[in-house]
């Protein structure tokens, strides 16, 4: 551990102190970083900070105690080109494939979407903002991600997604006929151990989860149907673990789903296949606009 001194940049200004650290140290947890500055072991401009959330100013001066990781050479080229739906100045919105995750984690320290984000807009400002994507899908879910190309989109994007305005849509394959045409799914969801455990009521940590269903055909052969699924959160796992809550789980998901499903169904079938922008949204290139993808892998095997 060496003390570290950043001078922070006008990409930050208004950042989260703790979404600032964790930028600058992968390795921490958000436990550790809170931590850290709970403890008074961060100081801006001289000065000892306890608040979490504390904003920063274009020209403060952090300082903390951490690791200078080297730079290692990334090999651009090795990368995949992005499947682009729609782009602008200000934002990208592409196509995910499966198999790929979205930001960077310890089975793929490199070869992740934000990386081919970077590749893709030739990005080389090693010390500012990144571009990045706003939003995740879980490494096996296919479909559309939206990216911000500068800080203020990214901070537009995020207000947009809290205030419902960015509205999400998925198509899923489940086991069974569903008995109805349209349902609100609502339950609470506690993260665990990288896995969801579900709750009617209220419990200590446990976020409400929303989804809307609407039933779109069902395959008797297979005894499957589709799924039109609209998140009203945005939970991790949510409709994974939504469809095993009402005893219609993914086919293909083998964290809340069938075993043997594996054999048909390589991961699981569910795709981010819509995104809607409202009319009053604050960015103007995608205001009423609405964008989809028709590169369903599943629905190409049930030839539809």
Known sequence: MQK??????????GYCLNKFLKLEQPSWTKVFIYK????????????????????????????????????????????????????????????????????????HPFNHMNNRLLKHLNYSNREGWKPVFIHRLDLNTTGLLIGAKNYQTFLKLNKSQKSLKIKKSYKALVQGNVSFKKREISCFLLKKDGRVSISREQ????????????????????????????????????????????????????????EKDKREFPYPALCAYKIEFSEDIDLEEVRGKSFQTEDIWFEKLLKL
């Not at 570290?4 to 200004?13: N, S, V, Y």
């Open 203 to 258: 419990v200590e940590g446990a976020k409400e989860a929303k989804t809307i269903a609407n039933f779109l055909h069902f395959f008797p052969s297979i005894n499957s149907t589709l799924l039109e699924l609209t998140l009203i959160t945005g939970r991790t796992h949510q409709i994974r673990a939504h469809m095993s809550y009402i005893k219609h789980p993914i086919r293909g998901d083998q964290k809340y789903g069938v």
């Open 36 to 107: 850290m500055i709970r403890k008074k072991n961060i100081t801006i401009n001289g000065l000892k900070i306890s608040d979490i959330r504390h904003r920063l100013k274009e020209g403060d001066v952090v300082e903390f105690y951490g690791c200078e990781t080297p730079t290692k050479p990334i090999k651009w080229e090795s990368l995949k080109p992005l499947r682009v739906v729609f782009e602008s100045e200000n934002l990208i919105i592409v196509d995910k494939e499966a198999k790929m995750p979205v930001q960077e984690d310890d089975k």
């Open 4 to 13: 570290i001194r950043r001078t922070i940049l006008a990409d930050f200004d």
